[in-house]
T-cell receptor, first 114, second 110 residues
Framework: EAGVAQSPRYKIIEKRQSVAFWCNPI?????LYWYQQILGQGPKLLIQ????????DSQLPKDRFSAERLKGVDSTLKIQPAKLEDSAVYLC????????????FGSGTRLTVV | AQRVTQPEKLLSVFKGAPVELKCNYS??????LFWYVQYSRQRLQLLLR??SRESIKGFTADLNKGETSFHLKKPFAQEEDSAMYYC????????????FGKGTKLSVKP
């Protein structure tokens, strides 16, 4: 099966600019996650979707971050305006309804804010 | 609050030596625990799950509820085991998401 696709792989922007990341999960995976991984730390959940509805966005900085999953498939994560501390790898993952199989992660987007 | 602690940032062993990557968790309910691995230039991937009690690539992990630990072990390390290892805790029922530890970098020397 095809994996979780993410784009772009790398992005460099100046602070206060905006940026968007795209994710295409594995076909049939209803649950989609966006994680932020800062250098030297483990991934931290930003938002979880079940189909096109938000299940958990409690750790999403909503003043600058937004995410959507139209039609319950692809998802976009946006940051506007970006801050230096947003520099991180943004990981998308998807899972089957039975999460015991674990998540399948994408390759991530490495964001550098200068 | 739920928390996963991996006390070692770096673990260096020689090929053929035993390996134990430590993971401790904090959770009041029944935890579901996982180990994820990230090899160089590859994506994060599931290594094993505690509920399946399986051995993957020679690695095993036993959930010890009394010590709230889920240590990852391998009796004889191989150079190809060098990678970042993350312990993760799932909570919250059927919609539960994962909390990750900070990870341990395993380096296996020849």
């Amino acid at each position: 099966e095809a994996g979780v696709a993410q784009s772009p792989r790398y992005k460099i922007i100046e602070k206060r600019q905006s940026v968007a990341f795209w994710c295409n999960p594995i076909s049939g995976h209803a649950t989609l996650y966006w994680y932020q991984q800062i250098l030297g730390q483990g991934p931290k959940l930003l938002i979880q979707f079940q189909n096109n509805g938000v299940v958990d966005d409690s750790q999403l900085p909503k003043d600058r971050f937004s995410a959507e999953r139209l039609k319950g498939v692809d998802s976009t994560l946006k940051i506007q305006p970006a801050k230096l501390e947003d520099s991180a790898v943004y990981l998308c993952a998807s899972s089957q309804p039975d999460r015991y199989y674990g998540y399948t992660f994408g390759s991530g987007t490495r964001l550098t804010v200068v | 609050a739920q928390r996963v602690t991996q006390p070692e940032k770096l673990l260096s062993v020689f090929k053929g030596a035993p390996v134990e990557l430590k993971c401790n968790y904090s959770y009041s309910g029944s935890p579901e625990l996982f180990w994820y691995v990230q090899y160089s230039r590859q994506r994060l991937q599931l290594l094993l799950r505690h509920i399946s009690r399986e051995s993957i690539k020679g690695f095993t992990a036993d959930l010890n509820k009394g010590e709230t630990s889920f240590h990852l072990k391998k009796p004889f390390a191989q150079e190809e085991d060098s990678a970042m290892y993350y312990c993760a805790l799932s909570y919250g029922g059927s919609q539960g998401n994962l909390i990750f530890g900070k990870g341990t970098k395993l380096s296996v020397k020849p």
